[in-house]
Every structure is written in structure tokens, then in C-alpha cells.
């Protein structure tokens, strides 16, 4: 089982930036992948941008440019430095961590945390 632990959140103006960091822990495998995904109310959950246990990244169009994923393996976390925030940005960040085990994929979220950009 893997734990996710997402801190960082909360209500800042726009133009501003914030950091969200999740830590996860228990039964982690060297490859994987995390990354972050966001919720607005009345939206579909959708991704804001992953990175590999190798470092490779991915990034929606919407956030490329302002938002930035990064993650320390020894620490198994990841973070999402989030500058130039708009109020559309305005949601409930998940983190979340995606591994193989047998051929099968596992998916793990955090409980989120809310980002509200205010105009």
C-alpha cells in the first residue's frame, strides 16, 4: 500500500505563487511515476502535469510556462511550484503515484488540497 500526503495550499492573489508538495510513503517502487492532477467545481478531474522516477516531464497546455514539477527519489516526494497563478486555477490539487507490479498498474491519490486564486 503507498500513503500520499499532499501539503501547501491556500488562498493567494493572482500573479502570485505557491509550492504544493507530496510526500509518499510504504511500498514504492524505484520506477514510477507521480504527478499532479486538479478538480474544479463542476469539472472533470484532469492532469496538471506528471514527471517520471527518471525525470522526464509532462505538462497541459494550460499551466506550461508557469507551472513547475520536479521530485527527489531519495525522499519519494514530489512538488509542483506553481508562479504567475490565474484564478482559473483556482481548485483541489491531488497528488498522485502510478507504479507497475506484475504487469498490473497501481494508482494511488492523496486527499488533495485546495489552491484558490483570487482576481
Known amino acids: 500500500q503507498v500513503h500520499l500526503v499532499e501539503s501547501g495550499g491556500g488562498l493567494v492573489q493572482a500573479g502570485g505563487s505557491l509550492r504544493l508538495s507530496c510526500a509518499a510513503s510504504g511500498s514504492?517502487?524505484?520506477?514510477?511515476?507521480?504527478?499532479?492532477?486538479r478538480q474544479?467545481?463542476?469539472k472533470q478531474r484532469e492532469l496538471v502535469?506528471?514527471?517520471?522516477?527518471g525525470g522526464s516531464t509532462n505538462y497541459a497546455d494550460s499551466v506550461k510556462g508557469r507551472f513547475t514539477i520536479s521530485r527527489d527519489n531519495a525522499k519519494?516526494?514530489?512538488?509542483l511550484q506553481m508562479n504567475s497563478l490565474k484564478p482559473e486555477d483556482t481548485a483541489v490539487y491531488y497528488c498522485?503515484?502510478?507504479?507497475?507490479?506484475?504487469g498490473t498498474k497501481y494508482v494511488y491519490w492523496?486527499?488533495?488540497?485546495q489552491v484558490t486564486v483570487s482576481s
Request: hydrophobic letters at 40%; zero cysteines.
Open 110 to 113: 492523496g486527499q488533495g488540497t
Open 96 to 102: 498522485e503515484l502510478d507504479q507497475l507490479r506484475f
Open 76 to 79: 519519494n516526494t514530489v512538488y
Open 49 to 53: 502535469a506528471h514527471i517520471t522516477s
Open 40 to 42: 474544479a467545481p463542476g
Open 28 to 37: 514504492i517502487f524505484s520506477i514510477n511515476v507521480m504527478g499532479w492532477y
